[in-house]
């Protein structure tokens, strides 16, 4: 029940996230960065899952989870002067795949990314 709640909360937050983002500059789409104050997380690649955080403090430990469908994985990284780039080797997000990304600092920043479910054919289909 716990989990449920967790992850409920990590989608509204991330909508609320993904609703006020900015412009996706250096990003590789601009629905695929979210930002929370000055922190920002975004999608680099999709296979693996790759993100990069800026905006964070320096020197300051940031604790990523990524969620692809049923999926979950999560690493911390440092951010040594304010940004980071996490990978997460073994996991990635197909063209039908939606994925959410949250980044936590030890020192209270945050970050939340979504990348929305697309509308997807089924494969084959012309």
């Not at 990003?27 to 800026?54: D, E, K, N, Q, Y």
């Not at 997460?88 to 030890?106: E, K, P, Q, T």
């Amino acid at each position: 029940m716990a989990a449920f709640f967790a992850l409920f909360f990590v989608v509204l937050f991330g909508f609320a996230a993904f609703s006020s983002s900015s412009s996706g500059e250096g990003m590789a789409s601009p629905t695929l960065r979210g930002t929370v104050g000055h922190a920002s997380i975004g999608f680099r690649s999709l296979h693996p899952i790759t993100l990069r955080g800026r905006g964070f403090h320096p020197g300051e430990r940031v604790r990523v989870t990524v969620h692809v469908g049923q999926k979950v994985a999560g690493k911390t990284v440092g951010a040594s002067h304010g940004t980071f780039t996490a990978t997460f080797g073994s996991l990635s997000a197909d063209r039908c795949s939606s994925a959410i990304a949250v980044a936590r600092g030890n020192e209270g920043s945050r970050a939340v990314v979504k990348r929305p479910l697309p509308e997807c054919a089924p494969a084959g289909t012309p």
